[in-house]
């Protein structure tokens, strides 16, 4: 079993920065891969980032490409998605999820854990 707990999220305006945490207890964390996931109002949840259990392979949605960076630090049992230049469209609930298998890191399906989430927005 994993547990996550995201942080970090909060009311920003265009153009400014915020950096999500994610903790997560259970022994395995430093062996599974994670990804950062987002829902906005009306809207599916959507892939936001991920990355390879060694931390060494990253993965980005189109939309936060060159804006946004995910790493790990697994003796700290933490993931984080450092978020720059954000966007109005950037608002939603941002989740955390670890998944023990393969497949296609955008598909939230192949994610087995999920944390309770945390809000960003972003608006003038």
């Known amino acids: 079993q994993v547990q996550l707990v995201e942080s970090g999220g909060g009311l920003v305006q265009p153009g400014d920065s915020l950096r999500l945490s994610c903790a997560a207890s259970?022994?395995?964390?430093?062996?599974?891969?994670m990804g950062w996931f987002r829902q906005a109002p009306g809207k599916e949840r959507e892939f936001v980032a991920g990355?390879?259990?060694?931390?060494?392979?990253?993965y980005y949605a189109d939309s936060v490409k060159g804006r946004f960076t995910i790493s790990r630090e697994n003796a700290a049992y933490t993931v984080l998605l450092q978020m720059n230049s954000l966007k109005p469209e950037d608002t939603g609930v941002y989740y955390c999820a670890v998944r023990r298998g393969g497949g296609n890191y955008a598909r939230s399906s192949n994610y087995d854990y999920w944390g309770q989430g945390t809000q960003v927005t972003v608006s003038s």
């Open positions: 990355i390879t259990w060694s931390g060494i392979s990253t």
């Open positions: 259970g022994r395995t964390f430093g062996t599974v891969a």
